[in-house]
């Protein structure tokens, strides 16, 4: 028996539709700053017994023309919790190399090929089980491929970024940031749970 897609989604939206959305706002979730490698190993720990995460990195933004800046944060969530891992201060871990590179663990996010490339500068490993949500969310009718836009035409919410361009290597990261980074981990994993059973 041939399985048919049932739901059938609006393939795009446009940049008015998305701003008059209501802001996404996790306010019973969980965010756990890792700076340090004792915090990296009970969290991975953790980590390792998960079946999927939500991934994301981010990056110091850079200005000048021809130079890039090392990966400042790895997101990873599972359920309401989201580990922020502040890789500029504790570089990679081997206890986080550990988890990227575990085929057994499903990681969703969006647009690794940057991502891979950016971590690739802190250590060399070989990212596996990870899923791009690009690669797969035209399964399902839709054509935007940010994911602001998946996530606004699938849950009627806006993600906001006014946060993308900000300090990542900064001393202390703020509750702005942190809430931001960690959306955008947990946001990979809700989209990948509306649309895989019509994948």
């Keep these: 028996m041939t399985k048919t897609m049932t739901t059938t989604y609006q393939s795009t939206i446009t940049k008015e539709e998305l701003n008059a959305l209501p802001q996404l706002v996790y306010e019973s979730r969980n965010i756990i700053i890792v700076d ?3 915090k990296s ?3 991975c720990e953790y980590l390792e017994k998960c079946k999927i995460l939500g991934f994301d990195t981010e990056t110091k933004p850079t200005f000048a ?3 890039t800046n090392k990966v400042a944060l790895i997101q990873l969530s599972a359920g309401d919790t989201c ?3 502040r890789v500029n201060i504790i570089g990679i871990p081997l206890s986080l190399a550990r988890i990227i590179s575990n085929k057994n663990i499903l990681k969703v996010g969006l647009s690794l090929r ?3 490339r950016s971590m690739a500068k802190r250590m060399k490993m070989v990212p596996q089980g990870f899923i791009d949500l690009q690669s797969v969310i035209k399964n399902v009718g839709i054509e935007d491929l940010s994911l602001q836009k998946m996530y606004g035409i699938l849950f009627e919410k806006k993600i906001s970024k006014s946060q993308r361009l900000t300090n990542w290597e900064a001393p202390y990261l703020t509750e702005k940031q942190q809430m931001y980074a960690a959306i955008d981990a947990w946001a990979c994993v809700d989209i990948y749970n509306k649309i895989k059973d019509e994948l």
């Design 65 to 67: 023309r021809g130079v």
């Design 83 to 85: 580990w922020l891992f």
């Design 114 to 116: 940057d991502d891979y």
């Design 41 to 43: 190993d009970k969290a």
């Design 36 to 38: 340090t490698l004792e």
